[in-house]
């Protein structure tokens, strides 16, 4: 399948560099031209594979964390939302109410009820425990302006300030060693068991011998043959919202051992995406003000109203994959409006003829979209119908792209992975993007940046036990 990526992919690349500072002098590196040994070979070195790190060298294991990537940060570098917490001293203070059991109730209607209960438990449970981790490592949080469950920065990106502050944390141990520009390409195993992994470096390939191995190479952000092939109806995505290294490593080399996989299906794309940002989807929905999409034809193609799931096959299955996202005035003054004419740069005019060619599209075939819109006009059995009548009129060209691996390797408390039989693999554990059975269908923004520290230090804990 062509495989084209977002512009976003180079930039963040740029970004990331700058933002993290990470060059081979500033970690400990020294890679070898033989094989090594270690107690704990972590493999990825966003913000799960940081926490796992720090805690297996914190429990004096000797540890050895790699990554692909020329910089440390993973998909934690670029997020910009927050993080999900119960029962915090933030919210007690704040006046606001989210319990260890409304963590859990959230959790699970968010996830249709698919989410292994034992696992999003534990998470709620700890989650306030793994905030208290991070304040002790110098970030600072508030609460967010209207949502109980998410703590966000004081002040700075939220991302690039985590990824900074596991990296100091991390060179204070000596017992912990950094590689980057370092692939792994298999496990190895031996008598059934995990003992390391091939890896391939600026020196060659070699092998790393370790009584365990932890996985936390993310997710299928920028692996949409993946994604298709576990579910077809979104192998028209063409976009990605993921940094680049985001290409299914770790849930590759596992399923080749035997390890099993949950909730594959429930990849979260997202339908409107441009490059840099993906538009909220309320700007063609919100009851009377609602835009619409149209095609390169420049006609409309599906309700927009639609569940976002639902829309992304239909943007897909387009001529080029691609939508153009139109609204006017009413909707540009908007939060949400506002958010992607700025963000999305989006393109501006007097009148829906000079936007359809500032556009690209036949102006006379969007005259006459527009027009049957504003008469109520409707085939695909939209919800609400909305006007677009209000200059200066505002278009977009935006695609699919993915955003966040919902399913992964399956696992279980003591985060070991599991195999087809829903017996541990002995040696592996996993945290991260890489695991599935903590989101089902639906995500809480913030649970996956607490699940990396809840069972990241749960992962670095059990790898050194074992």
Known sequence: MKKKSLAISLALVLILTVLVGCTQNEVKVDTPDKATEVDVLVIGGGGAGLVSAITAAEKGANVLLIEKMPMLGGNTMISATGLTASDTKIQEEAGVTFTVQDHIDRTMKEGKDLPNLELVTILAENSNAGLEWLLSLGLEYK??????????????????????????????????????????????????????????????????????????????????????????????????????????????????????????????????????????????????????????????????????????????????????????????????????????????????????????????????????????????????????TAAPFYGVQAEVASHFTMGGLAFNKNTEILDTNGNPIPGLYGVGEVLGGLYGAGRVYGNDTMGNVVFGKIAGENAVGK
């Open 143 to 388: 609460m967010h302006a209207t949502e109980a469950w998410t703590l966000v920065p004081v002040e700075g990106h939220f991302g690039s300030l985590m990824i900074a502050a596991y990296r100091k944390e991390a060179e204070k141990y000596d017992n912990l060693e950094i590689r980057l520009n370092t692939k792994a390409t298999e496990l190895v195993m031996e008598d059934g068991k995990v003992v390391g992994a091939k890896v391939e470096g600026k020196d060659g390939e070699y092998t790393v011998k370790a009584n365990a191995v932890i996985l936390a190479t993310g997710g299928l952000g920028n692996a949409p043959d993946v994604i298709a092939e576990y579910n077809p109806k979104y192998g028209g995505g063409t976009g990605t919202m993921s940094t680049a290294g985001a290409t299914g490593d770790g849930i590759k080399m596992a399923t080749a051992i035997g390890a099993d996989v949950v909730d594959m299906e429930h990849h979260m794309m997202r339908p409107l995406a441009t490059p840099g940002y993906w538009i909220r989807e309320t700007v063609v929905s919100d009851e009377e003000i609602g835009g619409i999409l149209v095609n390169k034809s420049a006609v409309r193609f599906t309700d927009e109203t639609a569940h976002r799931w639902d829309m992304v096959p239909e943007v897909a299955k387009q001529d080029g994959g691609v939508a153009y996202v139109i609204f006017d005035a009413d909707v540009a003054e908007t939060g949400n409006g506002k958010a992607a004419i700025d963000k999305a740069k989006m393109i501006s005019a007097d009148t829906i003829e000079e936007l359809a060619t500032k556009l690209g599209l036949d102006p006379a075939a969007l005259v006459a979209t527009v027009e049957a819109y504003n008469n109520g006009e409707d085939e695909f059995g939209r919800k609400t119908m909305g006007k677009v």
